[in-house]
Every structure is written in structure tokens, then in C-alpha cells.
């Protein structure tokens, strides 16, 4: 069963559970992610945030919505952010409403930044940390098919990848380097866990 952090303030956001997916470009977050919002799919419990950005969509890309800097802005000043965080020249953000769907009891999972890990933490009693990796051939070759980088630059970030660190932080690993549904069914499994839990946790509430 999947191990939730314990809540670090009284005055942090409860009852459901916040599942962050994070590790370098390249190892298939989207991907995974993608495979278990099908096959959750009607399973209202289970929310999958999207994610706003700064950047156009593209067939290259996650699906998300896209706003210009300007109305970025405008729509954080406005509070209709719950998460926001700056990445790769981009402004990046998640939606005020995730912070509803975590009171209701919900299970919310995103793509986030590493930045975001101790913010997440204090702000959610229930937070779960699920780290993807994948072998470093495999992520060079899916950052080849995205076709954003030169291979120097490809390399450069390899080589990056080595040395981050996230093994201070308590996480469920999570292995991508085979097929799709390979990982995608662990994710499931992961996400189906911290439901339970929270469901034990809290058993009076919906």
C-alpha cells in the first residue's frame, strides 16, 4: 500500500489525497498518467488535474490549456490559482479547483515540478510522491521523437538528469523504460492504492 506522507499542518488542506508525478523530461509522465485517467474513467474519486501553461499545445505535448503571459497573470492575481511554479522559460499552474476536489475527498493527480515537492507537502495532509525514471537510452530517444532539442542539447540534459537528486524525499519509484502499459497498470494500481487508504483513514466520509 502506498505510504502518505503525514500531515505537516492542522491548517493544511484535508480529507483527500494529492498524487504528484514528477522526474525529468523524457521518462513518460504524460504517458502514464494519460493510461490510468482511461482506465479510471467514470470513477468520479479519481480527479487528473490539467495542467496550465504558457506554450501553445501541440501534437508534441501534453494536452493543456494554454494562456499568454498576460493572461496568466491576470487569472493568478485573480486567485484562480491553487499551484503555481516557473519552468524552461514557461509559467505553469494548476487550477483553484484542485484544492476543492482534496476537500471533497477526492484523489488528484499531476504533473509537477521537483520545485513544488515541499510547497505540496505543507499545503496537503495527504500528499504521495511518485517519482518516474527510465533508462537513459530511452529517454534520449523519446526526446529525439519530440524533435524540441538538438542532440547537444539532448545530451546536456542527460547529463543533468544524473546528477538531480530527489532520494530525500519519501516516493513510490515507479520504472518506464518498457512498454506503456507496463508502468501504466503499476500507476493504477498506486492510485487505487492511496484511495483505499484514504479511504480507511476516513471512514465516514464519501
Known amino acids: 500500500m502506498p505510504r502518505q506522507s503525514a500531515p505537516s499542518s492542522p491548517l493544511a488542506i484535508g480529507n483527500g489525497v494529492f498524487v504528484a508525478v514528477a522526474g525529468p523530461s523524457g521518462v513518460g509522465k504524460d ?5 490510468a ?14 495542467r ?6 501541440d501534437t508534441g ?18 486567485g484562480r490559482f491553487a499551484l503555481v511554479w516557473r519552468a524552461h522559460g514557461l509559467d505553469y499552474a494548476l487550477p483553484a479547483a484542485i484544492d476543492t476536489d482534496i476537500a471533497a475527498g477526492k484523489i488528484v493527480v499531476a504533473n ?6 515541499d510547497e505540496l507537502k505543507a499545503r496537503y495532509q495527504r ?14 530517444a523519446r526526446l529525439r521523437a519530440r524533435g524540441r532539442e538538438s542532440d547537444a542539447e539532448i545530451v546536456a540534459r542527460l547529463n543533468r538528469i544524473a546528477v538531480e537528486d530527489t532520494v530525500r524525499y519519501e516516493a513510490v519509484r515507479l520504472e518506464n523504460s518498457g512498454p506503456p ?12 492504492g492511496a484511495a483505499r487508504a484514504r479511504a480507511a483513514s476516513s471512514p465516514t466520509k464519501s
Open 112 to 117: 509537477i515540478s521537483r520545485q513544488l515537492i
Open 127 to 140: 500528499f504521495l510522491l511518485v517519482v518516474v525514471s527510465a533508462h537513459r537510452d530511452v529517454i534520449a
Open 181 to 192: 502499459e507496463q508502468a501504466g497498470e503499476r500507476f493504477v494500481s498506486i492510485l487505487e
Open 61 to 78: 505535448s501534453e494536452d493543456h490549456d494554454t494562456l499568454s503571459a498576460e493572461d496568466f497573470a491576470r487569472a493568478r492575481a485573480a
Open 37 to 50: 485517467r482511461a482506465r479510471l474513467a467514470g470513477r468520479a474519486q479519481f480527479v487528473f488535474a490539467r
Open 52 to 57: 496550465i501553461i504558457t506554450r501553445t499545445a
Open 31 to 35: 504517458t502514464i498518467i494519460n493510461y
